[in-house]
Nanobody
Framework: QVQLVESGGGLVQAGGSLRLSCVSS????????MGWFRQAPGKEREFVAA????????RYADSVKGRFSISRDNDKNTVALQMNSLRVEDTAVYYC????????????????WGQGTQVTVSS
């Protein structure tokens, strides 16, 4: 069973940057797509970004395009989310998602979740 552990959340001012990281264990990391999702208070969890097994194709939510960048290191079993130009509306708990296919980047392709890391952006 896959285990996912996120880190890197915190409090940052609007316009600042944070880098989230997720370490995966329990299965062959390089065989699956990985993603990031987030859930703000009172809202449902939403897709943020995803990356296929090789790192050569990505998908982003419109709200983060041009500001966030997802990457992965298959040697270290990690996936990262670089978040720049943060906005107050980016405040949420961010979850790492483990995919069930190598190249599936749709929301329904992610079935495993970490415990989440809080990102708070102040104005």
């Amino acid at each position: 069973q896959v285990q996912l552990v996120e880190s890197g959340g915190g409090l940052v001012q609007a316009g600042g940057s944070l880098r989230l990281s997720c370490v995966s264990s329990g299965r062959a990391f390089s065989g699956y797509a990985m993603g990031w999702f987030r859930q703000a208070p009172g809202k449902e969890r939403e897709f943020v970004a995803a990356i296929i097994w090789s790192g050569t194709r990505t998908r982003y939510a419109d709200s983060v395009k041009g500001r966030f960048s997802i990457s992965r290191d298959n040697d270290k079993n990690t996936v990262a989310l670089q978040m720049n130009s943060l906005r107050v509306e980016d405040t949420a708990v961010y979850y790492c998602g483990g995919g069930v296919h190598p190249c599936g980047l749709e929301d329904a392709d992610f079935k495993s979740w970490g415990q989440g890391t809080q990102v708070t952006v102040s104005s």
